[in-house]
């Protein structure tokens, strides 16, 4: 694929013209699951999308390179039918008495790259995140109450090649849904009720 062979150059970095938006055929199909063991493509895919949140959680080398924060990226968003997401969740830092912060022993909450990563059972219970949520394939704010499982257990490959089964709540749980639902063509506005978008219906956790 001649699109994954310039992203996975040596000198290349995955910045946001790499990143399709809204109307971009991938966005809207199902990907395909990566084989096993991992080809060498598949793997550095893997790692330059995990870069590539990395660089965009730094202040620095975001506004030097123009990129937009994300907490995810999804293979379809790389124009790729490949089951590749990557998750970049960081810890936030505590604030002491005296305001001064205090940065966590570990800096990340979730920091992986899951390969053909699948929901095998989920919560009744629905959540949302309290602000909504975003996407780097949308350039617009779409307002309103993404409505998600609260709860997921996810069963995923990772870059060893090792079957994981995960159980996800609150915020890690929300994110993960949003980029599975990218490697299965959904989009996150998917998910809100556009005639009552801030409605909170059936026990709905909203999530801070
Ligand atoms: O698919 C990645 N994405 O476009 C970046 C933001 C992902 C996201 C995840 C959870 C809540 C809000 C936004
Ligand atoms: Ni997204």
Same mark, same amino acid.
């Given at each position: ?7 996975i ?7 946001? #013209?790499?990143?399709?938006? &809204?109307?971009? %055929? *991938? ?5 395909? @699951? =990566? ?10 895919l ?8 990395r660089?965009s ?24 039918l ?8 960081p810890?936030?830092?505590?604030? #002491?008495?005296?305001?001064? &912060?205090?940065? %966590? *022993? ?5 920091? @992986? =790259? ?11 219970q ?11 394939s ?8 993404v ?34 639902d990218h ?15 801030w409605a ?9």
């Amino acid at each position: 694929d001649q699109i994954q062979e310039n992203l996975i150059k040596p000198s290349h970095q995955i910045d946001m #013209d790499d990143i399709v938006r &809204e109307g971009f %055929p *991938t966005l809207r199909e199902v990907a395909d @699951e =990566v084989a096993f063991p991992l080809s060498k493509e598949d793997l550095i895919l893997g790692e330059k999308m995990m870069e590539f949140l990395r660089n965009s959680q730094d202040p620095v080398i975001a506004d030097k390179m123009g990129l937009r924060g994300g907490v995810g990226l999804a293979g379809n968003q790389l124009g790729l039918l490949k089951k590749v997401i990557a998750v970049l969740i960081p810890n936030e830092p505590e604030i #002491d008495e005296a305001g001064n &912060e205090i940065l %966590p *022993t570990e800096p990340f909450k979730m920091q @992986e =790259v899951l390969y053909n990563a699948k929901i095998v059972s989920h919560s009744v219970q629905d959540a949302a995140l309290e602000t909504g949520e975003g996407c780097l394939s949308v350039d617009e704010e779409i307002p309103g109450f993404v409505v998600r499982h609260a709860r997921v257990t996810v069963e995923y490959y990772n870059k060893e090649g090792e079957k994981k089964k995960i159980r996800l709540k609150n915020f890690e749980s929300m994110c993960v849904q949003h980029e599975i639902d990218h490697t299965n063509g959904i989009m996150f506005y998917d998910h809100i009720d556009l005639k009552e978008p801030w409605a909170i219906k059936d026990g709905m956790l909203v999530i801070q």
